[in-house]
Every structure is written in C-alpha cells, then in structure tokens.
C-alpha cells in the first residue's frame, strides 16, 4: 500500500499568514489522483482539492492544490478564522486507499 | 439535498458481529461508488472499504479484510458493512461516504455522513 507521510504535524499560525501543507507517498500516485480533505472537532470531513489540483465545488480560492508523482502540496493563501482544522491528504489510484496522519492548524 | 445517513452503531463484546447500513438521497446513487472510512477516537481517517457503483468491483483495507463486507441496494439507495469477529480496535466513528466517480480508483469523497460510534468492549 502507498503510505502518505504529512508534515508538519501540526502548524501554529496567525489569521491571514500563508499555510503550506506537504504530503509525501511512499510511491508515486497513479494519475495524480490525490485529494485533500478539511475535519473540524465532532464534525465529518469536507472534501476541498480533488486531481491534486482540482477544487471541490464551493470550496474558496484561497485553498490551493499542487504537485505531482510523490510530493504533494495544500496552500491556504491567507488563513481565515475558519480555516483552523485538521488536513488529511488521501490517494485513490490505487488499492488500498490511503490518508496521511494529519496536518493540524492551530492559531499562534 | 444530498444526505447520507448511516445507522447501526452501538456497544458490542469482542467477537461479535454488527451491521452497519447507510441510507442517502439527493442524489443518483446507482451513479456511484460509495465507501467506508472510520477513525478511532482522537485518531486520523482510515479507510475502511469501498464499492463500484453496480458492486462489480470491492476493496478493503488489510486490517478488516476477511471479517468485514461490504454491500449496496441500489433499488433502496442504501450502503451496508457487515462486521463479524470485532476487536476493541475496530472501535471508531464510522462514515459512509459517496465517492465523485463510479468506480474505485479514480474519485475522491465528496459526500460524507456524520458517522455512526461503534465501540467494541466486554
């Protein structure tokens, strides 16, 4: 199976600062076919980027996707109040689908 | 609205079998493959398992393989998961989600219930 390895673990930082989240798999991600999802305490997780690039329908343009093969890159441009969660990084191309362990942001 | 409700969870011993079902609206669900995803408490996403839209195609992940499977009925929009031979780390939130393709290895999850709490103790 395709082990996703996230980094940092967690992410302190203040409204409107820049984050960049990494996502590194093990092999390479067939057809780039990795997503990004977003998990608030007690609630489900919320799909944001699809393709590795591909924003989910309603999600704002400040969340970005990037990267290809075995690196992979969520950019939230200026954090909103909102945006303070967890961030897991999935592949689907192959079998067994695989998450990272997670990305928290929390506020500086 | 699409809506994805799953039902089934509760307390359970060791060894013993649960079935979780998945009932969801708003949406054509023959379309699509659906999925299991669960996580265990103050832990992260694991994917449990999947199925393609007509269950031609089923994937599990190796920690439930052999003891759990999965179904769909698609006259009645609904998703199971069929748990036999539970062990306390099988205890989690599970979710049913619906995937954006229709089959196993090309779509994200784009649809998520609120999961239902499975806990496996004596």
């Known amino acids: 199976e395709i082990v996703l390895t996230q980094s940092p673990a967690t992410l302190s930082l203040s409204p409107g600062e820049r984050a960049t989240l990494s996502c590194g798999a093990g092999?390479?991600?067939?057809?780039?076919?990795l997503a990004w999802y977003q998990q608030k305490p007690g609630l489900a997780p919320r799909l944001l980027i699809y393709?590795?690039?591909s924003r989910a329908t309603g999600i704002p343009d400040r969340f970005s996707g990037s990267g290809s093969g075995t690196d992979f890159t969520l950019t939230i441009s200026r954090l909103e109040p909102e945006d303070f969660a967890v961030y897991y990084c999935?592949?689907?191309?192959?079998?067994?689908?695989?998450f990272g362990q997670g990305t928290k942001v929390e506020i500086k | 609205e699409v809506q994805v409700v799953e039902s089934g969870g509760g307390l359970v011993q060791p060894g013993r079998s649960l079935r979780l079902s998945c009932a969801v609206s708003?949406?054509?669900?023959?379309?699509?493959?659906m999925h299991w995803v669960r996580q265990a408490p103050g832990k992260g996403l694991e994917w449990v398992s999947g199925?393609?839209?007509?269950?031609?195609?089923?994937a599990y992940a190796d920690s439930v393989k052999g003891r759990f499977t999965i179904s769909r009925d698609n006259a009645k929009n609904s998703l199971y998961l069929q748990m036999s031979s539970l062990r306390a780390e099988d205890t989690a939130l599970y979710f049913c989600?619906?995937?954006?393709?229709?089959?196993?290895?090309?779509?994200?999850?784009?649809?998520w219930g609120q999961g239902t709490t499975v806990t496996v103790s004596s």
């Open positions: 989600a619906k995937d954006m393709a229709y089959d196993l290895l090309s779509g994200g999850q784009d649809v």
């Open positions: 708003g949406f054509t669900f023959d379309d699509y493959a």
């Open positions: 199925i393609s839209w007509n269950s031609g195609s089923i």
């Open positions: 092999q390479s991600v067939t057809s780039n076919y």
């Open positions: 393709d590795a690039s």
């Open positions: 999935q592949q689907y191309g192959s079998s067994p689908r695989t």
